[in-house]
């Protein structure tokens, strides 16, 4: 048997579930490339919030990264202090990502943040957005700081014209 990358690194990063890590584990898998459900680990007895043969642990990667899902009840939630942030190239890949972390129960927040229907915060970011903060013209780097300030999903165009505007180009 192989065993995948991810379960030998010695470090991953664990995410506490409320009992559907495997649902989050496979609709990860469904919407992002280099992603997988690499094991399911059943209980092998009872513990506090759960039995013998329930789904306790299940390993995953998300976009190269190695994850444990671990179904430990609801004694504690997950916060924006973690996110996952996910460079885009496009619109078009900015527009799947939110949309089908937004559409499948989640909610949207600002700057480019949402959380999926589990609570786990993902940052969907343009690297167009990163690109232009990191400008040496800081009054552009400023302009596409503050278009990004009034917005959910990033807008690429949006943030090419704060951009232009601030070089004095038409937008």
């Known amino acids: ?91 078009e890949e900015t527009d799947r990502y939110w949309n089908a972390i937004v559409g499948n129960g989640g909610q949207e927040s600002m700057c480019g943040w949402c959380k999926d229907k589990w609570g786990l915060s993902w940052q969907i970011t343009p690297r167009a957005l990163t690109d232009a903060m990191a400008l040496p013209d800081r009054a552009a780097a400023k302009r596409a700081m503050e278009a990004m300030m009034t917005m959910h999903k990033i807008d690429i165009a949006a943030i090419e014209a704060a951009v232009a505007d601030t070089l004095g180009a038409p937008a």
């Not at 664990?14 to 992002?32: E, M």
Request: hydrophobic content about 40%; aromatic content about 10%; charged content about 15%.
């Open 1 to 91: 048997m192989t065993v995948p990358a991810a379960a030998t690194a010695k470090n991953r990063i664990c995410l506490w579930y409320n009992g559907d890590a495997q649902g989050a584990a496979a609709f990860y898998a469904s919407v992002f490339p280099e992603t997988t459900v690499d094991a399911i680990q059943h209980a092998p007895a009872d513990y506090p919030d759960g039995e013998q043969g329930n789904v306790l642990v299940v390993e995953f990667t998300v976009m190269g990264i190695g994850c444990i899902g671990l179904n430990g009840g609801d004694q504690f939630t997950h916060s924006e202090a973690f996110s996952f942030q996910v460079a885009t190239d496009t619109q």
